[in-house]
């Protein structure tokens, strides 16, 4: 080895002036290539090792209360009545039904032996009832009339008239099994039908204020009903 480097030398020498600085430089960027293709392997071998060596890190995600979800997260499923900042996040209890109205009279402060004064402006009437008597409003467009011990005295149901006339519903009285007796009368100055109707007793059907309205029950109190 030590010759073949010897005669490497000796041809060198040999060599021309400027041949030999040609060689020194050639020499010298193989030198520098050498050197840069050692270190960038050690620097590669470094940090492959640091890589094998470093512990795996796993990342958690923890939403804090407040922060807005992803958008890839449907709004849907954000619990009712979720507040931010720490408020209260639970869902609220469903509400409770509404209860019926369901009202004894008199009211407070009114001698309960006198009779009732009532007056529905809905519905665009007034009526006198016995001492004592309840009212319920619980449906609509209607009201029911009874005794404190649960009898009917009378029921008192409107709708819309339209079109509709005093002959259009005599027709439609005509034509059902429950109503029978059906005559013409006059009721609180309005033209008015009369009839007996199975289940209530006695039945009136007037037209008055754009509405229709039918008493179904104890004759005798639909003397105290107004307009």
Known sequence: MKDFFKRIWARITAW????????GIWGL???AFVAFLIIHHNIFENNKNNADQ????????????????STDVPSDTVAIGATVAGDSTTTPAAPEPAPQNYM??????????EPI???????????????????NESQLNKVIFTTKQGSLLYIVSTSSADNETL???????????????????????????KFTVQGY??????????KIYYLLGTEKYFADFKI
């Open 16 to 23: 021309p002036r400027s041949s030999k600085i040609t060689a």
């Open 104 to 113: 004894v009279a008199p009211k407070t402060g009114v001698d309960p032996n």
């Open 54 to 69: 470093a512990p795996e890190v796993t990342q958690n995600y923890e939403p804090r209360i407040g922060e807005p979800l």
């Open 117 to 135: 004064a009532y007056e529905n402006s809905d519905l665009k009437f007034s009526a006198t009832l016995p001492a004592g008597a309840k009212v």
């Open 167 to 193: 002959q259009t519903l005599k027709a439609q009285l005509s034509n059902s099994s429950s109503a029978s007796n059906i005559t013409n009368t006059t009721f609180n100055n309005h033209p008015a039908l």
């Open 201 to 210: 007793g006695a039945g009136i059907v007037f037209i008055a204020n754009g």
């Open 29 to 31: 960027c193989v030198v």
